[in-house]
């Protein structure tokens, strides 16, 4: 959008000033010579002509601002209006090209605070595609169970009390999958602000270790810690100790009975690495980038009742901290989770 405004305003003004100074010199050259001479039409002539001169100069390079002003608002109007690329930056100097260089610097916080909006959008999109999906099941499960006892279909004692187990395992299983989806909805939509301070972390992994105890004896299997005394790690202990948590459960669910699990931990002056192994089945080498997805699971037979949203919750916990993670497994033989905390 162009505008004549400034430029109108400019010339009313200018021409004012002129003619004032005009009138100035007219009455300085009558007390000077006291009357209009050859000199004084000379001398107003030069006048004159120096006053225009100066117009045109000044008239010239502020016009060249405007412009360079009124490309800017182009450029504005085209990416706001028409979504349309902007050129490439051009660098100068001065305060137009100042006011270039923040154009584009506020161009640049705005496609980021408008992927961020999309972002948001399809994470919501999706996270409410995924719950909605995963509750089909377990829903329509309970209302056949339901309908059967309402109706009283089912008469043996021992059937009825298979159904209101089962019933139990679908309420549990939703109940951890609608938490879990809030936690990661919250952590990923940076709602969590995770409170890092120094920790030892052999208390956290034992706090961890007792989370999944009565899993592990119910199954037979044997915890193993080895993290020294003097290990420390600068994170938030609360969500470092429920991602260690889903970890041993995930281990505990796909290792056999009477297995051994191993909690290791390792500091050296670039690093603390934490590390969870079991020998359970192992994970094909095609399915491990595919194993932090929200609802993926490997082995399906495996404790049917999981949800499978244990992984993607701990690596965005573990993330969120300023960690990574990374598996390790050969099928048939171990699987190895490594969480690293760079110093």
């Given at each position: ?205 034992m ?18 810690l ?6 420390s790690?600068?994170?938030?202990g609360?969500?470092?100790v ?56 490997v ?45």
């Open positions: 959008m162009r505008s004549s405004y400034e430029r109108s305003r400019f010339r009313v003004i200018y021409f004012i000033m002129a003619f004032l100074f005009l009138v100035i010199v007219m009455i300085w050259t009558l007390n000077v010579w006291g009357k209009f001479t050859r000199r004084t039409v000379e001398l107003i002539g030069i006048v004159v002509v120096f006053t225009f001169g100066i117009y045109l100069i000044c008239y010239r390079r502020l016009n060249k601002v405007y412009e360079e002003i009124e490309n800017v608002s182009v450029l504005m109007t085209d990416v706001i209006e028409k979504d349309e690329e902007p050129p490439s930056e051009e660098y100068r100097e001065g305060t137009i090209g100042i006011l270039y260089s923040n154009f584009y610097k506020m161009l640049h916080v705005l496609k980021q605070s408008r992927n961020r909006e999309m972002e948001e959008k399809i994470f919501l999109r999706d996270i409410i595609s995924d719950i909605s999906h995963q509750l089909k099941t377990p829903l329509a499960s309970l209302n056949v169970f339901v309908d059967l006892l309402q109706e009283d279909k089912v008469k043996e004692p021992e059937k009825r009390k298979q159904i209101l187990t089962e019933t139990a395992n679908q309420l549990s299983r939703m109940e951890w999958m609608v938490l879990s989806m809030l936690k990661l909805a919250r952590i990923e939509a940076g709602a969590i602000q995770f409170e890092r301070r120094d920790n030892q972390l052999r208390p956290l992994l706090q961890a270790a007792e989370g999944v105890q009565f899993l592990v004896q119910e199954r037979r299997q044997t915890l193993q080895d993290c020294m005394e003097n290990i790690l600068v994170c938030d609360d969500w470092l429920e991602a260690i948590i889903n970890l041993l459960k995930n281990a505990s669910d796909y290792s056999g009975d009477g297995k051994p699990i191993w909690i290791e931990a390792e500091q050296t002056a670039v690093y603390t690495r934490i590390s969870i192994k079991d020998e359970g089945p192992g994970i094909p080498e095609k399915e491990i980038p595919n194993i932090f997805k929200r609802f993926y699971r082995h399906q037979e495996v404790n049917p009742n999981s949800v499978g949203i244990g992984l993607s919750l701990t690596k965005s916990i573990v993330e969120g901290m300023g960690g990574s993670i990374h598996v390790k497994s050969e099928e048939g033989s171990y699987t190895w989770f490594v969480l690293t905390f760079v110093h």
